[in-house]
């Protein structure tokens, strides 16, 4: 049975950096799409970036240049590297994983429907 578990998250004051880990049991990112999506308070689920075979990546342009999403040598557990973070930014993040490559089709729109597992969220909260 596929699990991840998300860790990382926390408070931050603008500009500063965070990393959010994600570790996958019984699935493999070098096949597979997986991605980062979050939620703030009264706010829909926003794909914030995708990778498609643990190589192509992709980034929803709020946070380009500054995310950057990746994949360890263990092929199962997913990064999210977040520099020059925003008050904005603050968000409930999640780890999503799918068994198939949808991501590499629709590239930087990231849509929650094609995905199958998720985590169960880390919050990371920036202040100004």
């Known amino acids: 049975q596929v699990q991840l578990v998300e860790s990382g998250g926390g408070s931050v004051q603008a500009g500063g950096s965070l990393r959010l880990s994600c570790a996958a049991s019984?699935?493999?990112?070098?096949?597979?799409?997986m991605g980062w999506f979050r939620q703030a308070p009264g706010k829909e689920r926003e794909g914030v970036a995708s990778?498609?075979?643990?190589?192509?990546?992709y980034y929803v342009d709020s946070v380009k240049g500054r995310f950057t999403i990746s994949l360890g040598n263990d092929e199962s557990t997913l990064y999210l590297q977040m520099d020059s973070l925003k008050p904005e930014d603050t968000a409930m993040y999640y780890c999503a994983a799918g068994e198939n490559d949808y991501c590499f089709y629709t590239k930087a729109t990231i849509r929650s429907d094609h995905y199958t597992y998720w985590g169960q969220g880390t919050q990371v909260t920036v202040s100004s």
């Open positions: 019984e699935f493999t990112g070098r096949r597979h799409c």
């Open positions: 990778i498609y075979t643990g190589l192509t990546t």
